[in-house]
């Protein structure tokens, strides 16, 4: 007896081995069979001849929770401003941390909730969200706190980090805003999994993002890295020493830290909307980093300048300009976002692990990179439950 049988699919296990004509039973949160099962009892069956049964997408890199928009910033980038630009004018992260500020609680989860079921309409199961819009105490622990709130709306499961290291706030000097991450930590904790720092030029650097690093990991933090998003300035190198979980960016790493983070044991994730978001053509160099046996995962980066919650474009991206075939941009969008947020029990499909699956409208899984611009899906299964977002 079976809770769930999704019935007739291609199934896909998103480790990139061709579907195969199959039935998925579930009972509770898992899965526990795939097979023929015609005849078997279940509360529900899906028909899901003629589609594709996917993985559920996981997101592992998000700033979902934000108030106010920026989409002048768009016609500025147009006119040949670039990002530290207009970070230096107060426009950038500061104007949404302004914004952010201004917004209450109620206000921040009504906004962040809209995106949250964008993500999951489109597919995503599991998401990763982070603060950095407070850049003060009880701002970043209002963002953490309504991140926590959308992982019990049902819908994508929430992974939280905090990212109080996400810029300099104007109203502090450098100096005394480390002292003040540092007193976060604690209470941080107690919201959020991970903690993340933009180790970068014109944000924190290599320095100051080991200390906050170091100090996260001492309170019992996970550790993840915006890292060499606009050069090979030492992030990457950073994230590699302390083994963080994942660096991320990496758009301009070089080769050498490129094998420094495989040799750490560290995943890569990529963000190709962002170098479109930023109208640049330097994506990270997917190909080499394959070559080199990096592991690869996808993400969004969902944020006020790079305002995308799809993962199915996430991953036309990667395959149409950073040259990932599609089964690897499938594998870098499930099972490697799973392991990079270190959930091992999701991002395939097989007997024992979570049923967090995706029923695609499409002939074949490559369909899901070949036909862009749409979304594929058609019915969302996050632990079990079919989800209506």
């Not at 976060?184 to 030029?201: I, N």
């Not at 070559?291 to 199915?312: F, H, K, R, V, W």
Request: a negative charge; hydrophobic letters at 40%.
């Amino acid at each position: 007896m079976f809770d769930l049988i999704i019935a007739n699919g291609t199934v896909i296990d998103g480790t990139g081995t061709p579907g195969i004509k199959s039935d998925v039973g579930i009972v509770g949160e898992r899965i526990e069979a795939i097979d023929a099962l015609v005849g078997a009892e279940a509360d529900r069956v899906i028909d899901a001849k003629g589609l594709v049964v996917s993985p559920g997408f996981v997101d592992p890199h998000t700033h979902l929770v934000w108030a106010g928009s920026r989409e002048h910033e768009l016609e500025w980038k147009l006119q040949g401003r670039s990002y530290q630009d207009i970070l230096a004018d107060g426009g950038g992260i500061l104007r949404t941390v302004r914004e952010t500020r201004a917004a209450d609680e109620e206000e921040l989860r009504e906004q962040s909730l809209k995106r949250l079921r964008n993500a999951t309409r489109t597919g995503t199961t599991t998401i990763e969200v982070k603060s950095g819009y407070g850049l003060q105490r009880e701002e970043e622990l209002k963002q953490l706190r309504v991140a926590r709130w959308l992982g019990e709306q049902g819908l994508a499961e929430v992974v939280s980090t905090f990212m109080g290291a996400h810029a300099l706030p104007d109203d502090v000097n450098r100096a005394e805003y480390l002292e003040q991450l540092e007193q976060m930590l604690p209470e941080a904790a107690g919201l959020a999994e991970y903690c993340d720092v933009f180790c970068e030029e014109g944000a924190f650097t290599i320095k100051e993002s080991r200390r906050l690093l170091e100090a996260a990991r001492e309170v019992g933090m996970g550790l993840r890295i915006h890292a060499d998003e606009f050069g090979d300035t030492g992030g990457g190198m950073l994230g590699a020493e302390l083994k963080v979980t994942s660096a991320d960016h990496l758009a301009g790493s070089t080769m050498e830290t490129i094998e420094a983070l495989r040799d750490a044991g560290v995943t890569g994730i990529l963000l190709p909307g962002t170098p479109l978001a930023l109208l640049s053509s330097e994506f990270a160099p997917a190909r080499k980093m394959v070559a080199a046996g990096l592991p690869l995962a996808l993400a969004t980066d969902c944020n006020p300048n790079c305002y995308t919650e799809s993962m199915q474009m996430v991953m036309q991206l990667a395959v149409f300009r950073m040259g990932l075939m599609p089964a690897e941009a499938l594998t870098a969008a499930t099972l490697n976002g799973a392991l990079a947020l270190g959930r091992s029990n999701r991002g395939a499909i097989a007997p024992g692990w979570r049923a967090d699956l995706l029923v695609c409208d499409v002939p074949d899984y490559r369909h899901l990179t070949y036909h862009f611009g749409i979304n594929h899906v058609e019915t969302v299964v996050i632990g079990g439950q079919v989800v209506n977002a």
